[in-house]
């Protein structure tokens, strides 16, 4: 019910984005999206073209007097770098004398886009398999997410582990969390509020430290690294998504999200993997009465059964891969000569783990707002929000 668009190349001009399927007199205003795209910017290990980048966004349709219309929103970034490569990224002319790249990276998708649409320029490929393109996703999603916020639903995450500096496991979360919070409903936010205070978005002060010692080795070495980051979601009601058809199953939706994030090779909900090596009377949540209102005492699940949202806190995991651009190339071969030569190289990250978990933030608001929508209804905020307090 909700969707975005997004288009652009990484050097290119602008990026674009438009998205639709937002309700009519959501507040917005550029200075809520720039926040996010700051907040995406920031992190430990991050490369050179952040120093250039400056990332705001100009609303061009679709809100006016900072409300939304209900009609398509249609978002611009601006490429700052784009002035270091007009000629490399001149939309008209022959672009006869740019240097094709030739040399794959191992782990980018420069080869299998090539191969697939017949480029002989690797950079055809590069630009758009970029992570870039990810500044124009947390601009269309944080228009999304700040429905969900009006709706009562807050969204947050923080990183577990970069490299092999790492939270111990599930138990240590859980403390840090309730350490950090006193109401369940305001978690996600206030979790989010004290990653963002760390240089990694690690709860916990001794293993980031860990991280950016293990940044800073890596980084000397000619290397990269991934981590694992928890997006958590708090007031969620129960009841949304579906459990009658394969496409419209929520966590399947919410793992594609995450999964489309460049780099990330795994998704888990709740303790995920970790369930398949306990008992079922070890991996369930248990209901227990409070008063009058049912709860669990425990949240294995994730706060998802069946497809469907159960009421309890939303845990979703996501797996980075380490940067497939080293300093110190692996192994390649040159496409021209199909001789043996080193990757090629370019300006790069070191770790985009904290940047990541601020992405997988926004990339699940469309998820979950379209499962508002189909369950509550209705064209306008303020109607959206009276059906919400009535059930």
Request: one cysteine or more; hydrophobic letters at 40%; aromatic letters at 6%.
């Given at each position: 019910?909700?969707?975005y668009?997004?288009?652009?190349?990484?050097?290119?001009?602008?990026?674009?984005?438009?998205?639709?399927?937002?309700?009519a007199?959501?507040?917005?205003?550029?200075?809520?999206?720039?926040?996010?795209?700051?907040?995406?910017?920031?992190g430990?290990g991050?490369g050179?073209?952040?120093?250039?980048?400056?990332?705001?966004?100009?609303?061009?349709?679709?809100?006016?007097?900072?409300?939304?219309?209900?009609?398509?929103?249609?978002?611009?970034i601006?490429?700052?770098?784009?002035?270091?490569?007009?000629?490399?990224?001149?939309?008209e002319?022959?672009?006869?004398?740019?240097?094709?790249?030739?040399?794959?990276?191992?782990?980018?998708?420069?080869?299998?886009?090539?191969?697939?649409?017949?480029?002989?320029?690797?950079?055809?490929?590069?630009?758009?398999?970029?992570?870039?393109?990810?500044?124009?996703?947390?601009?269309?999603?944080?228009?999304?997410?700040?429905?969900?916020?009006?709706c009562?639903?807050f969204?947050?995450?923080?990183?577990?582990?970069?490299?092999?500096?790492?939270?111990?496991?599930?138990?240590?979360?859980?403390?840090?969390?309730?350490?950090?919070?006193?109401?369940?409903?305001c978690?996600?936010?206030k979790?989010?509020?004290l990653?963002?205070?760390?240089?990694?978005?690690?709860?916990?002060?001794?293993?980031?430290?860990?991280?950016?010692a293990?940044?800073?080795?890596?980084?000397?070495?000619?290397?990269?690294?991934?981590?694992?980051?928890e997006?958590?979601?708090?007031?969620?009601?129960?009841?949304?998504?579906?459990?009658?058809?394969?496409?419209?199953?929520?966590?399947?939706?919410?793992a594609?999200?995450?999964?489309?994030?460049?780099?990330?090779?795994?998704?888990?909900?709740?303790?995920?993997?970790?369930?398949?090596?306990?008992?079922?009377?070890?991996?369930?949540?248990?209901?227990?009465?409070?008063?009058?209102?049912?709860?669990?005492?425990?949240?294995?699940?994730?706060?998802?059964?069946?497809?469907?949202?159960?009421?309890?806190?939303?845990?979703?995991?996501?797996?980075?891969?380490?940067?497939?651009?080293?300093?110190?190339?692996?192994?390649?071969?040159?496409?021209?000569?199909?001789?043996?030569?080193?990757?090629?190289?370019?300006?790069?990250?070191?770790?985009?783990?904290?940047?990541?978990?601020?992405?997988?933030?926004?990339?699940?608001?469309?998820?979950?707002?379209?499962?508002v929508?189909?369950?509550?209804?209705?064209?306008?905020?303020?109607?959206?929000q009276?059906?919400?307090?009535?059930?």
């Amino acid at each position: 019910m909700i969707r975005y668009l997004t288009a652009g190349e990484s050097h290119g001009k602008a990026l674009v984005g438009i998205l639709e399927g937002m309700p009519a007199g959501i507040k917005i205003s550029s200075e809520y999206i720039n926040h996010q795209l700051w907040r995406r910017q920031q992190g430990y290990g991050r490369g050179g073209r952040m120093r250039i980048e400056s990332d705001t966004v100009e609303i061009l349709s679709g809100v006016r007097f900072g409300k939304t219309l209900g009609t398509p929103i249609s978002l611009l970034i601006h490429n700052q770098d784009y002035n270091n490569w007009r000629e490399k990224m001149a939309v008209e002319g022959s672009g006869g004398s740019v240097e094709r790249m030739r040399i794959p990276r191992p782990g980018h998708a420069d080869y299998v886009g090539a191969v697939k649409y017949g480029f002989d320029d690797l950079r055809d490929v590069i630009e758009r398999a970029s992570a870039r393109e990810t500044a124009m996703r947390v601009a269309c999603c944080t228009i999304v997410r700040k429905f969900l916020e009006e709706c009562g639903i807050f969204i947050g995450s923080h990183v577990l582990s970069i490299g092999s500096a790492s939270l111990a496991d599930r138990a240590d979360t859980d403390r840090l969390i309730k350490r950090y919070t006193s109401k369940a409903s305001c978690a996600a936010y206030k979790v989010t509020e004290l990653a963002d205070r760390s240089p990694v978005r690690i709860l916990d002060h001794r293993t980031s430290e860990r991280a950016v010692a293990a940044i800073k080795k890596a980084k000397k070495a000619g290397d990269t690294l991934g981590g694992i980051f928890e997006v958590i979601v708090t007031g969620l009601p129960i009841g949304l998504g579906n459990y009658a058809q394969w496409d419209r199953k929520l966590d399947g939706l919410l793992a594609q999200a995450l999964m489309s994030i460049q780099a990330i090779k795994g998704v888990e909900i709740g303790d995920g993997f970790e369930m398949a090596r306990r008992h079922g009377s070890q991996a369930h949540d248990p209901f227990v009465a409070k008063g009058k209102r049912i709860d669990r005492s425990s949240n294995h699940a994730g706060g998802l059964e069946g497809g469907v949202t159960n009421g309890q806190m939303l845990v979703l995991r996501a797996a980075m891969k380490p940067i497939s651009t080293l300093a110190k190339p692996l192994k390649s071969i040159d496409l021209d000569t199909l001789k043996p030569t080193p990757a090629r190289y370019e300006r790069s990250d070191v770790c985009a783990v904290p940047a990541a978990s601020v992405i997988g933030e926004a990339v699940v608001a469309p998820a979950l707002a379209s499962a508002v929508m189909e369950r509550f209804g209705g064209d306008a905020l303020d109607v959206i929000q009276t059906h919400i307090k009535s059930k």
